[in-house]
């Protein structure tokens, strides 16, 4: 099964970048993570983030909703990305984690929470 997420390295940040991104400390970024502000999985080694997740400097506003429903269904980190880029023609942007940027982050929540029932 292919890896979760930005399938290009370009997609991908590693925490210190996003640290700079979001104008915060490393220790910040680890505490976004704990909290599930933020999902990071391992590539390469190296516990990275999809850039687009953090998009215009700041983390989406729907995600830390959106992955604490999804880990309330019982998935973890990459299941939870895996369920994010899954391909979805229904949702604007073809993907949970595009549709999270746009207009339709209440409907990519709604589905969030109805995998837990």
């Given amino acids: ?5 930005p399938a290009d390295a370009a997609g991908w940040l590693t925490l ?11 220790s910040k970024v680890h ?3 704990r909290d ?3 999902i990071a999985v391992r590539r390469d080694g190296i516990r990275r983030i999809p850039a687009d997740l953090v998009a215009n400097h ?3 506003k729907h995600l830390p909703g959106v992955l604490n429903l999804l880990a309330d269904a ?3 980190d990459e299941a939870a990305l ?6 979805d023609d229904t ?3 073809g993907s949970p984690a595009a549709a999270l940027a746009g207009d339709h982050a209440r409907e990519v929540k709604r589905r969030a929470q109805a995998l837990g029932f």
């Fill in 82 to 87: 895996r369920w994010l880029y899954e391909p």
């Fill in 91 to 93: 949702l604007l942007g």
């Fill in 1 to 5: 099964m292919p890896e979760a997420g």
């Fill in 36 to 38: 599930r502000e933020l």
């Fill in 58 to 60: 700041t983390v989406l």
């Fill in 16 to 26: 210190p970048d996003v640290a700079e991104r979001l104008d915060v400390t490393i």
């Fill in 74 to 76: 019982g998935y973890d």
């Fill in 31 to 33: 505490q976004m993570i």
